[in-house]
């Protein structure tokens, strides 16, 4: 049998310590973006699990074998045709968001509003900490909105926009939020919020309200 491959998870310098001590030319990695400790060691269990069925796999041949490895891969509970049409649904969702917008990482931010380079996570971050910008959460790393900059006010987020977030509070996430700025919105006499933001920020306010509104009591 061959000799166990070591598995790790953790945070990313955390990871890379370990590596430090590990002796091989070809390195697999994953990146859970989103997950917690817990969240990433159980993944780390199954991989772990998953290899070393691999390797018996690979060595005996073994129809028993074989068959547990598909038994591991399958998932324990199949979705219902209406989780997969959800997950349909939420992916089809993330596709307009993403192609609907210009989404700018903090180091694109940074440059167009003459942020400090050094760290330009850093200022993004303040900003979304206080509820003056949102962002979405995509392959471990956060991208911010275009419409969310105001030109007039060197490329800093829209003055309203920290109103119209504070309605929402922790109702909508960035993904949420994202679909509500770029959607149609009755309210706002089928506009979308992210067009009228500048010229009719109090507009976009109250559509705001009215939709948390709707969310309370729904």
Known sequence: MSAPIPTFAG???EVRDQLGNV???QVLAFVLDGASESEAKAIEQV???IIRLTQNTLT???NETLSSLVETLLPKNMPSPALLKEARMMLRAKEAVLSGADWLTAAQVASIAGLSEKNPSAQLHKWKRDGAIFAIRRNGLDYYPGYALDPANEYRPHRALK???AQFGEAKD???LAYWFQSVNGFLGGQRPMDVLVK???AVVAAA???AMGIVHA
């Open 209 to 211: 309200a009215d939709e």
């Open 60 to 62: 005996t041949r073994s």
């Open 163 to 165: 109103q119209v977030l």
């Open 11 to 13: 945070g990313l310098k």
């Open 174 to 176: 960035g993904w949420g």
């Open 23 to 25: 002796k091989g030319d």
């Open 200 to 202: 009719k920020p109090d």
């Open 47 to 49: 991989i772990s699990r």
